[in-house]
């Protein structure tokens, strides 16, 4: 007699993981003392996935994993190629090799030995972002130079969560102060706290963990209380969000409720109501944009092929100057590269053909550190170094780009949706902008882009954008590179440049209680005297300024653009990282911090100063305010 065939037997049965998170390590020098704690104060069933990119010394040997196994229950692995990354692993980097993840699998290849910087932490992390998106994570701990900086704004891009160790706990402090200083850090923590804040999302129940997570379901599903957001970020900022992809805002939304730990859309909506700051945050992480120096080399190599021979035509006199915009410029290393590659082309030339480089960006930070073009050793990693020596001039760790440059580049503030563009343009360079924006306003800013070029003019996208929704007005120039040509076709208008736009309406903050002003303000005089400091500020707990005392200005460097009186946006940038660090760690402890020897530039010299945070409780506030000497 046959047995009965059990139901299902040869049919292979699929079981889908849920999605965890995974977090990208990064660290350097002192890596070990900070690795070893960050994994002592984790639980060993979290259902997060740990890779660690640790620099090691490519000759060697390495026994990393094996002592960092007798740190922690979690199992620890030297990663091999083609691991598949699961929860509650550490997976540890080996010696002599790059790594990647594609698909949720580790990818091992051959150190690169081109004499260049070696920035393997920065390749692990961007791949992450890619790969992971909202279930990414980063977190840069104790290192020298800026590895990981570049990781961490593609991470927070792409909807994940970007962490620093506290410099101040850090044994070398430079790629989690490099990191912070780019401004792409959510949260700066000791190691410790770093695991208590990712643990707090492991003790959550299956039912609320996606809800702590930047794909947090509250949002999709709560459509009044996700347009009522989208109508205060109008009403303070001017732009209307209706019209970019509610999956990237959604994203953005939920990826700042979970830093916040608020589960409900509701709730933060509220949160938004009472901290105009977090509007302020909120808006400016929606906009982010993930850009370095010559990003897609395909494109540069097909300009000086293709578009710049054109535009340096034979004829063009040398008082028709090339106009070139490059709107969503964020920081300016796009719209810097190209006035570089377009120097190395023009300069040659006998003709001597003058250009003009126009830089926008709906974020008035971003712009300024366009205008300033100073960027870190991580910024400028894909430079030459004979572009580097021929176009950058070093200052202190950092290098700036040279006036020769600069001066050729202006930068403003603009919505590209709203504000009127620019106009006889010969190239527009928009690339990775588009993909934000919904089909109505794409379908727009192709119109205005083919309104403000010439009649021979040129379009460049990023590689993943493209003119569909308008083919009629370009055609493709090359196969693989987005670059297109304009068509001679008249367009119906459809952007209203005489639209009414609304005002941003800046952060003010709230003046101290007539009740407490008296009292806060002797104190402050007293504690001036007693350290007989020549200049001190008094700021509130998110650092807005609300008494000067003393002759401050020499301390000041306010950026342009709208008026702020947030402290680390007035005071020059040599003091701007200490007197972060200081505050934050004055909160922290509860107690003053001091430093001393902080070199300060000033008219061409430089001198010490010492930097003195002082925290000053009010029996009426939970979070105190800060005196800085």
């Known amino acids: 007699m046959k047995k009965a065939k059990p139901a299902g037997k040869g049919k292979r049965i699929v079981r889908t993981r849920k999605p965890f ?35 090691l010394d490519p000759h060697h040997e390495s026994v990393l994993h094996k002592l960092l196994a007798l740190t922690t ?45 070696h920035l393997p932490v920065d390749q692990f992390l961007e791949s992450l972002a890619r790969d992971q998106g909202g279930n990414a994570v980063g977190v840069i701990l104790s290192g020298t130079g800026s590895d990981g900086t570049l990781g961490l704004q593609a991470i927070k891009a792409g909807g994940g969560i970007a962490i620093a160790q506290d410099p101040a706990t850090a044994q070398s402090a430079g790629m989690p102060e490099n990191a912070i200083e780019a401004g792409c850090v959510d949260l700066i923590l000791s190691p410790a706290a770093i695991a208590e804040q990712l643990s707090r999302i492991a003790r959550l129940p299956d039912s609320e963990r996606a809800a702590a997570l930047p794909d947090a379901r509250d949002v999709l599903e709560h459509l009044d209380s996700y347009q009522q957001v989208l109508r205060l970020l109008e009403g303070f900022t001017g732009v209307d969000f209706n019209l970019y992809k509610p999956a990237t805002i959604r994203r953005r939304i939920a990826r700042r409720m979970s830093l916040h730990r608020i589960d409900t859309l509701d709730k933060y909506m509220k949160y938004l109501r009472a901290k105009p700051v ?51 410029c964020s920081t300016g290393e796009e719209a810097y590269s190209i006035a570089i590659a377009l120097t190395e082309f023009l300069d040659p030339k006998p003709s001597k053909i003058p250009f003009q480089l126009f830089g926008t960006d709906i974020s008035e930070p971003a712009i300024s550190r366009a205008r300033s073009g100073i960027y870190s050793a991580s910024a400028r990693a894909a430079v030459s170094a004979q572009r580097l020596a ?27 949706g709203k504000d009127p563009p620019f106009s006889n343009l010969d190239l ?38 493209s003119v569909t929704t308008s083919g009629d ?17 008249t367009p119906t208008p459809i952007f209203d440049l005489g639209a009414k736009v609304k005002p941003t309406k800046p952060y003010e903050p709230p003046p101290l209680p007539q009740t407490e002003d008296v009292d806060v303000l002797k104190i402050v005089d007293r504690i001036v005297r007693e350290r007989y400091a020549p200049a001190a500020f008094l700021v509130d707990a998110d650092l807005q300024i609300v008494h000067f005392q003393g002759d401050t200005g020499r301390y000041l460097a306010p950026s342009p653009g709208a008026a702020t009186l947030h402290l680390l946006k007035l005071v020059q940038n040599d003091l701007a990282l200490d007197l972060r660090t200081s505050v934050h760690k004055a909160n922290k402890e509860g107690r003053p911090i001091r430093r001393e020897g902080l070199r300060l530039a000033k008219d061409g010299a430089s001198k010490e100063v010492d930097l003195e945070v002082i925290p000053i409780r009010d029996g009426q506030k939970k979070r105190p305010n800060f005196l800085v000497l």
């Open 21 to 55: 998170p995974i977090v990208g390590v990064g660290a350097s020098a002192g890596g070990l003392e900070a690795v070893t704690a960050f994994l002592r104060a984790l639980p060993p069933k979290s259902g997060i996935a740990f890779v660690l990119v640790q620099h």
């Open 278 to 328: 977090e509007v302020r945050a909120l808006y400016h992480d929606i906009f982010i944009h993930v850009t370095s120096f010559f990003r897609e080399p395909d494109t540069f190599e097909a300009l000086r092929q293709i578009v710049f021979p054109k535009l340096a035509r034979r004829g063009r006199r040398p008082d028709d100057p090339i106009r070139v915009w490059v709107p969503g």
């Open 473 to 489: 007005l370009f055609t493709q120039e090359h196969r693989k590179v987005r670059i297109y040509s304009r068509n001679p076709v």
């Open 390 to 416: 021929k176009f950058f001039v070093k200052e202190g760790e950092d290098y700036q780009i040279s006036k020769t440059i600069r001066d050729r580049c202006v930068f403003a503030r603009q919505d590209l």
């Open 73 to 117: 229950r979690m199992h620890v692995t030297q990663a091999n190629d083609g691991d598949k990354v699961v929860p509650d692993r550490v997976y540890v980097i080996p010696p002599n090799r790059d790594m990647v993840i594609e698909g949720g699998v580790l990818r091992l290849v051959t150190r690169r030995a081109d004499g260049g910087r």
């Open 428 to 465: 527009i360079s928009c690339c990775n902008v588009l993909i934000y924006m919904g089909p109505k306003l794409h379908h727009r800013i192709l119109s205005v882009f083919h309104y403000a070029l010439k009649p021979v003019g040129f379009l460049v996208l990023g590689k993943s954008e």
